[in-house]
C-alpha cells in the first residue's frame, strides 16, 4: 500500500470500549444497513454510531482516518489522477414513538425502519466502497453528523472549517442522500425575504381615515400569482425555480384597519444565479415594497461537464435530473467541487413514520458504485 | 311631586362612608365635568364614582334611584306622555401613565383630562338634566358600569337583564357619548368572520406537488377589493358600509407551501339589515370558501320619524349625522327603543392621551338639553 494506515482524532477523547457495537463490514449491504439503523443515532446522540464505524474503518490499512467531534474523515492515499469525495450523515430525525420504527424488519421487498432512506443506506454503501483497497481513483470518506437539525450542528460544516484540506482537494463529490438511486446533480438555491405592505391604521367602523395594508397585499400576492418561474438549464440539466409565498400575517384587532402585512417569500433558483442575483431579482419583482432578507444559501452545479462527473454518470449508466432541493452538495459547490445526489431510497419517505427501502436499491446503489470504482 | 322619592339597592352592599366624595350638582357643567373625571373611575373601578353620584341622586326627591352593581338608574314618575332614557357610562379607559392625565386641568378653552371626552362631560350634562324637577317628558337616567371592557361588565346590559322594566317603557333614548355636540343617530352593525382560503401542503422546493393557500387567498382579497360598499340612507341618514379584512394569517414554516390562509373579515352594515341578511351577504361574496361567524352585533336605526325623535332634533336644532362605529344605542334598538347619540367631546380624541373637550361644548349640550325638556 502506498500509505500506512493512520488514525488520528480530536476534539472527542474516546470513552467508547463499555457500550461499543461491533459492525461487521464484510456482511452484505441490505444487513449492514439493519446494524447501522439499530445503533439510534438520532441528532445530537450520533456518539455510539461514529464509535461503530470508526472502529470498523481503523483496522482497514489503505484508510486514514480522522475524527472530529462525532464525524468520521478516512483517506485513501494512493496518488491517483482524481479525488472523489463520498459523504453521508449518521444522524436521523427522531423515531416514531406508538409504535417505535426501531428496530428495523423486513417486510416483503423492504426493510423498513427510521434510518433506512435518510440515510443509513447510503452509508452502507459507503461502507461497502469502503472495502475497496485500490479503487480506481482515491476516495475521501465523510460520515458526518448533525445534518437533520441547524447547520451550527453539521459535521460536514466543521469538516470545513477546522479541516478543509481534508476534502479541499477533491475533484468530485458524491453526496449518497436518498434519490431511488437515480442520480440527481447539483441543488438549486433558497433565499428568503419579508415583503411588507403599509397602510394607515384606522378604525373599522371609518377606514376612510386609514389604508388597509391587507388589502394593498392583494397586488403583491397578484404579482406572486401572475409570475412565472423559469426552468433553467444548468450544465445539460433542467432546475424548475419556484417562487413562493410561504407566510403572511397581518392585522392589531378585529375593529381595526391594518397598517402592514408581510408576506414570507421563498425563492428557490437555479444554481446559474448568485445569492445576489436571487435577490436583485425577486426586489424588481417586488419594487414598491419594503423587502427584508431573512435567509440566502447559494445553489450548486452539477459540473456533469468535468470528467469526474461524466465518467460516474457514464459508469453508473442511470437517469441524471437536477435536484430540486437544497442539500449539502451546496456546500461542495462553495469549494469548488462539484457534486451530486445518489443514494438509495424513495427521498419521498425520508422522515416518514413508515420509513422504508426496497432491498434491491441498496443491492443497485452499491453495485453501481463498484462498477465505478473498479 | 308625583312620586315620592325612592331608593332602593340591590348587588351591592354599602360600604361608602369612609371614602364618599361629595359631588355639587349646582356647580356649573364644566366644573361638575372636572369633579366627575378627578374621581377615577377605571372599568372595573366605578364604585367611589357610582357611590359619589348616587349621593347626589338620592336627595332628589323627584327621583326613584335603583343601584344595580355600580350602575344607577334613576326614574321621574311624573305621568307624562312620553319617557326619554339618558344615559351614559361612568366607567373610562386607563389612564396615561407618565404624566398621569389626571387630575383634570384647563388649557385655554378645553378640559384637558381621563374622561373629559369619554365621556365624563356627558355624565355632567346627565346630572345638570336630573336638576331639571318638571321635565317636559318623563326621564329615565342610567350612569352605568363596565362599557370600555368586555360586554359581560356592561351595566346597560346588565339592567336589560335583570331589571328590565326600568328602561323598557321608554319612548326614545339619547346616548350621550361624545359626538362634537352633533346629533348621531342609530349605529351600524358589525359582522366578523373567518374566510379559509384551502390548499395543499408540499415541500417548497418542490412546489408542483401542492397548492399554495396564500396564492389561492389573492382572489379573495381581490375580491375585497374590488368589493363597493353601499352608502344606505335609512331613516333619512346616510350609513356608509364598510368591508374591510382585519387580519390575516398562514404559513406552516420557512420550506413549506401552506395548506391553509385565513382571512378575518370584519362588515360593517347599515341598520336596515338583520344579522342574518348581513352574514347572508358577506356569505354570497365569498362563495366557494370556508366561513366561519365569529360574532355579529345587530345595528340600531335612528328612529328619526317617531315623535319623540323628531322634538328633540328640532328643540336641539342641531345637524344630524348617521353614527358609523358600533355604539350601546344598539342595545336600546334590540328593546325596539328609537336611540340617539349626542354629547360633548370630539369622538376622535377619546381614549387619546391628549383627552380634551372644549369647554364651549360642554355649556352648550347642557343648554341644549335643558331648552328640550324646558
Known sequence: MANPSQHTTQDSPQDTAHDLVPLDLSADVVTLTAALCDIESVSLDERRVC?????ALVPLEHLTVTRIGNTLVARTELGRDERVVLAGHIDTVPLTKAPANLPTRREGDDLVGRGTVDMKGGVAVQLKAALVTEPSRDLTFVFYE???????????????QQRPELIADADFAVLLEPTASQVEG???????????????????????????????AADLLNRLTAYEPATVTVDGLDYHEALNATGIRGGIAGNVIPDECVVTVNYRYAPDKSPEV???????????YDLVELDNAPGARPGLDLPAAKAFVEALGLPVIAKEGWTDVARFSAMDIAAVNFGPGDPNLAHHDDERCPVSQLVSAEAALLRWLA
Open 51 to 55: 464509535d461503530a464505524i470508526e472502529a
Open 186 to 216: 447539483g441543488c438549486k438555491g433558497t433565499l428568503r425575504v419579508d415583503v411588507t405592505a403599509r397602510g394607515v391604521a384606522a378604525h373599522s367602523a371609518r377606514p376612510w381615515n386609514g389604508r388597509n395594508a391587507i388589502h394593498a
Open 146 to 160: 448533525g445534518e437533520e437539525i441547524d447547520s451550527e450542528h453539521n459535521g460536514l460544516l466543521h469538516v470545513q
Open 278 to 288: 436571487a435577490l436583485a431579482h425577486v426586489a424588481e419583482l417586488f419594487e414598491g
